[in-house]
């Protein structure tokens, strides 16, 4: 704020001197108020885009365009003063000052080029970083700007558990899906549709903040490269929930279960905030953990123990998992499509194992992927630890 109010400053006074020396000027014309008057004109044209470039909010890059065209400006203004002067010696002496502004225009030139031929290179060298999310370091470019694509939840996958909620469905394969709080419009969660078009999201109730409603966005959006969304003003929700209309159901969490007396025979998704671990009592004794989340088989007669980890169904057609993860138990044809992947790690210890069937009493070891390139079918299930899977 002080710094506009000082150039506003300078403008005003530079303008009432430029003024009385005109006036000055036209009784007794000589090189000293001709030379008063060029500087206060050059001081009034520098301070006005100044004050423009605070105005319009300008970056570095365009700031140094306008200092190219004001020292433009200022050699017109020379050369019109120039031409003007009656007397031929204070021509001479008034054209050396066109010095200033020619050298001010070369520097601005060479320092403009150095600040776009740095921001190339970063930008050149970023994209070559193996980042698979983040593929630039400029933080403000939008990345995705999102219009004329379709929501459809599904009612099946969108329930409402004890301390969550599940929101499940299908939109165009890639797309982002944000969903936000109306009242305070804070943001609930963001999720990308696998490539299947299925996406998912299971939202803590504590993080409703005792609201009742969410708004799902795919349209109207743009995503920035560190996940910032932003809102187009005229962006609209594409679907409307009341948590008091979705489905009440029943997860179990920590603690013991019998198959068919606490619970029905059949596949499930376990989830897990962490590492959580699931044992079969049963003659073999067998136990699992695992981070994020992890597909098994219940049969009837299993005795298991659950440890930071809740258990749901698995519905049919349902996506639990984005096909970006880097940690949990993916389902293919359910939460990724079948086909030729890259297998990526993502931290020093990674793991990344092929299954083709879930986990059980009785589990297969899983086949390790010691490879760079993979080739996945339809109900198979791979288990992924700081391990991306990137779609050939």
Not at 197 to 209: R, W, Y
Request: proline fraction near 3%; aromatic fraction near 8%; charge should be positive.
């Amino acid at each position: 704020m002080l710094y506009r109010v000082v150039l506003l400053g300078i403008l005003a006074f530079s303008l009432i001197v430029s003024y009385f020396v005109s006036q000055i000027r036209k009784k007794d014309p000589n090189i000293v108020n001709h030379l008063i008057k060029v500087l206060f004109d050059t001081l009034s044209i520098i301070a006005g885009a100044l004050i423009a470039c605070q105005y319009l909010k300008v970056n570095r890059q365009q700031i140094g365009m306008i200092m190219i065209l004001v020292s433009i400006i200022i050699c017109l203004q020379i050369i019109i003063e120039v031409i003007a002067e009656p007397i031929k010696r204070n021509k001479i002496f008034l054209g050396l000052l066109l010095i200033f502004p020619l050298i001010s225009s070369v520097y601005a030139t060479g320092q403009l080029d150095t600040v776009v031929t740095t921001q190339e290179k970063n930008q050149k060298k970023s994209s070559t970083k193996d980042y698979y999310v983040q593929t630039t370091e400029n933080r403000n470019l939008k990345v995705r700007q999102q219009s004329n694509n379709k929501l459809t939840l599904s009612k099946d996958g969108t329930n409402k558990y004890n301390d969550f909620v599940t929101i499940s469905g299908k939109t165009t394969p890639g797309v982002y899906v944000y969903c936000e709080n109306p009242t305070d419009e804070s943001e609930i969660f963001l999720t990308k549709a696998n490539n299947l078009g299925k996406f998912s999201a299971i939202v803590p109730q504590k993080k409703l903040k005792n609201s009742v409603n969410f708004q799902l966005y795919v349209n109207g959006i743009s995503i920035l490269n560190d996940n910032t969304v932003k809102k187009d003003g005229n962006a609209e929700a594409t679907e409307k929930l009341n948590v008091n209309s979705i489905s009440q159901k029943k997860a179990l969490s920590d603690g013991s279960y019998n198959v068919d007396k606490d619970i029905k025979a059949g596949e499930y998704f376990l989830l897990s905030d962490g590492t959580g671990q699931i044992n079969w009592q049963n003659d073999e004794q067998n136990s699992k953990s695992f981070d994020q989340s992890l597909y098994v088989k219940l049969a009837k007669g299993d005795t298991i123990t659950l440890s930071n980890a809740t258990l749901i169904p698995v519905p049919k057609d349902v996506s639990f998992s984005s096909s970006d993860t880097d940690n949990g138990m993916l389902k293919v044809g359910q939460d990724m499509a079948a086909g030729s992947y890259q297998v990526k790690a993502t931290d020093d210890y990674s793991i990344a194992k092929v299954y083709s069937k879930p986990i059980s009493s009785k589990p297969e070891e899983g086949t390790v992927l010691d490879s760079t390139n993979l080739e996945l079918k339809n109900s198979q299930y791979v288990y992924l630890m700081n391990t991306k899977l990137i779609k050939e």
